[in-house]
């Protein structure tokens, strides 16, 4: 594959993917599509935006016409996929826009890879990339296989669900070559402060109020992002066409613990006694639907495509609170204008 497109490259988990194709793969031509939405941001990108194989388009995956017209002319041999409205708490108030990107964005790519492909197929690849939240909610015990029958509770996660059909049925129905993945929680620099890791990292930062959903019970695992487009390098080379594989951390947290290790780290780094920012914890009202545990059985992916994680979670969650408090103006920007107002609306009433 030459011509390797990635979608939604600008964003969080799509920069690290961008960044590691674009030095790995020198002899490939990297393209980053992506709309810009409030949380796609090229200074994520900065260190790779002059690489001679790498390139940027500005387009809505939503937009059947110009993806189509994108596809007819840059001719992609492969695709990795990963543009979608990803934050729970905004699908639940704004259901539609998840809709739209997350699902008709992904048949519009799957349309158009298939269009241009002409049904011969050898040296294509279609990579859809998904989430461990569309198996639903675990109990205290048990983990998510590739087998486990979807259960989405968010309307994040039923839109994701929906994709991860399409994605499937463009497999089985007009044998695109179609590989998919799903991955359990990822922390790391760029993640935009809307999702809890680097929200509370702000708020620390500001002495601001830390608003824990319910009594803070509920668990994730968490995977650092570096591994995660390590192990898309590895199934977007090596994965089986029709084929699930899920990723995780194998690194379980309930949320208040996680929160209270954050504090410790904090607290140290800025100088602060010991314990000083626990003060700031705040339990709110619990999220509409909150899926109480996430566990992955990432066992397919390491026994099959011999990947586990490389990163242990202290050294990625210490790397990750140094790249935060050293990139204060990354922070600042993206928390300027627009976010003060989301900051508002989504917890004022909590
Ligand atoms: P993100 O919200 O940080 O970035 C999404 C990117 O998609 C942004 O750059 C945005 O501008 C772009 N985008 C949004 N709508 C678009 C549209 N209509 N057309 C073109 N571009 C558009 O998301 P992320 O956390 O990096 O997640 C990336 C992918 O990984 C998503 O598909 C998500 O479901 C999946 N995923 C995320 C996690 C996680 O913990 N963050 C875990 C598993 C899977
Ligand atoms: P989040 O980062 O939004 O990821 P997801 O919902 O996709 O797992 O949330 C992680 C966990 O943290 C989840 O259980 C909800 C909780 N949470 C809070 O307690 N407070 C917050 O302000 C946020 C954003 C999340």
């Known amino acids: 594959m030459k011509k390797i497109l990635i979608t939604g490259g600008a964003g969080f988990i799509g920069s690290h993917v961008v960044r590691l194709f674009v030095n790995k793969y020198p002899e490939k031509d990297i393209y980053n599509l992506d709309k810009l939405t409030y949380c796609g941001n090229l200074e994520n990108l900065s260190d790779v935006e002059r690489a001679h194989n790498y390139h940027f388009l500005k387009a809505d995956i939503a937009d059947a016409t110009h993806i189509l017209s ?14 979608a409205e990803s934050h729970v708490d905004r699908s639940i108030v704004n259901p539609m826009e998840f809709i739209r990107t997350n699902i008709i964005g992904t048949v519009n ?15 294509k690849r279609f990579y859809h990339i998904s989430t461990d939240e569309v198996y639903g909610s675990l109990g205290e015990v048990g983990a998510f296989s590739e087998s486990t029958p979807y259960a989405p509770h968010s309307p994040y996660s039923a839109s994701k669900a929906s994709s991860d059909h399409f994605a499937r049925v463009f497999h ?5 070559p179609v590989v ?13 402060p809307e999702k809890l890791i680097p929200l509370f990292i702000n708020n620390i930062k500001h ?17 650092y992002v570096e591994d995660h487009a390590d192990a898309i390098d590895t199934i977007f080379h090596r994965g089986k066409n029709g084929d699930t594989y899920n990723i995780g951390g194998n690194n379980e947290w309930k949320n208040i613990d996680l929160i209270h290790q954050l504090i410790r780290i904090m607290d140290r780094k800025l100088g602060r006694e010991d314990g000083q920012s626990l003060k700031l914890v705040t339990f709110v ?42 990139n204060g103006a990354w922070l ?18 909590r």
């Open 70 to 83: 994108l596809f007819e002319e840059y001719r992609f041999d492969g695709v990795i996929h990963l543009a």
């Open 109 to 123: 790519l799957l349309s158009a890879a298939r269009h241009i492909w002409q049904d011969d197929f050898s040296g």
């Open 172 to 176: 089985d129905t007009y044998h695109l």
């Open 180 to 192: 998919i993945s799903n991955c359990s929680n990822n922390y790391g620099p760029n993640q935009f």
């Open 207 to 223: 002495n601001k109020p830390l608003p824990v959903y319910g009594q803070g019970v509920n668990v994730r695992d968490w995977l």
């Open 285 to 326: 009202t619990d999220r509409a639907g909150h899926d109480l545990r996430y566990a992955i059985d990432a066992s397919k992916l390491r026994d099959e495509l011999g990947w586990s994680p490389k990163i242990k979670f202290i050294e990625g969650f210490e790397k990750t609170v140094d790249w935060y408090l050293q």
């Open 332 to 349: 600042e920007h993206v928390t300027s204008g627009a976010y003060q107002e989301y900051y508002t609306k989504m917890y004022a009433n």
